[in-house]
């Protein structure tokens, strides 16, 4: 079990964390120093805390602890590189603790969690909880593991990854762009992808597309509103980044 910890000004949760069950590897995501707290001091304290005591291999990760795009990203990205490094590992041999940081961070590694389909711990206060066990896990969803074998599932990752490419684009030229692709047939349809997509909140589809120009008196941009603008939401960039982590486009 590959466990991940985010680290606030009560370190000590850190350590209670690997309580529940040791881990293989330990990654301390943590944030600069500063004046009413030096963080990254303390991971480092921390680290070879762990490493000596626990004998647990532990590799830290600066975040900036409020943004919150980042830390998401920097967390998908620990669980898909170690996966892609062993295949065998599941998404149930992931564990964040989420106690420490600021609100932000546990927001953020919650929603990691979530995306990713790993387990959540949360160490309990000891002076307001009853029991021994400081450490509970918490209730996630189950998310469906990655479907490459349904043609549907497999078309819509495609049509995905042609908006991640274009940026910004109309139903016309993703269409162009999408029969490109010689993994797909040749008169190949978009509408059901789009749908799928747009249902699960990975894309936006809103009216009007940018034409380039500017009005000569206003300056303001020449919108074309018989046509309308597809593009990502924060969670299609986290689909398209982390193919097969974040489970099948259903």
């Keep these: 079990m590959i466990q991940l910890a985010t680290l606030g000004v009560t370190p000590i949760v850190v350590e209670e964390g690997l309580k529940k069950s040791i881990p293989e590897k330990l990654y301390i995501i943590h944030t600069k120093n500063e004046e009413t707290y030096k963080f990254e001091t303390e991971a480092k304290r921390l680290k070879k805390k762990i490493e000596t005591h626990y004998k647990v291999p532990t590799i830290l990760v600066k975040v900036d602890a409020f943004d919150m795009d ?87 990752a495609i049509v995905l990854q042609k908006i991640k490419k274009l940026g910004k684009c109309t139903n016309a030229i993703l269409l162009d762009e999408v029969r490109k692709d010689r993994r797909l047939k040749k008169n190949q349809r978009i509408e059901y992808s789009l749908k799928k997509l747009l249902e699960n909140n990975l894309i936006t ?20 509103f018989k046509k309308r603008t597809i593009q990502l939401t924060p969670s299609g960039e986290y689909y398209v980044e982390y193919p097969g982590l974040l489970g099948s486009i259903v």
Excluded: C
Excluded at 209 to 218: H, M, V
């Design 205 to 224: 589809i809103t009216l009007g597309w940018d034409t380039g120009k500017r009005g000569k008196k206003t300056g303001k941009p020449i919108m074309d």
């Design 70 to 156: 980042k830390i998401i990203k920097s967390i998908l990205n620990i669980i898909f590189q170690e996966r892609k490094k062993n295949s065998s590992l599941l998404k149930t041999d992931f564990a964040i603790n989420i106690t420490g940081g600021t609100k932000l961070m546990v927001s953020a590694a919650t929603t990691a969690a979530f995306l990713a389909g790993t387990r959540v711990y949360y160490v309990m206060e000891a002076s307001k909880h009853r029991g021994d066990d400081l450490v509970k896990e918490l209730p996630m969803p189950v998310r469906p593991e990655d479907d490459n074998r349904g043609n549907t599932s497999r078309t819509t």
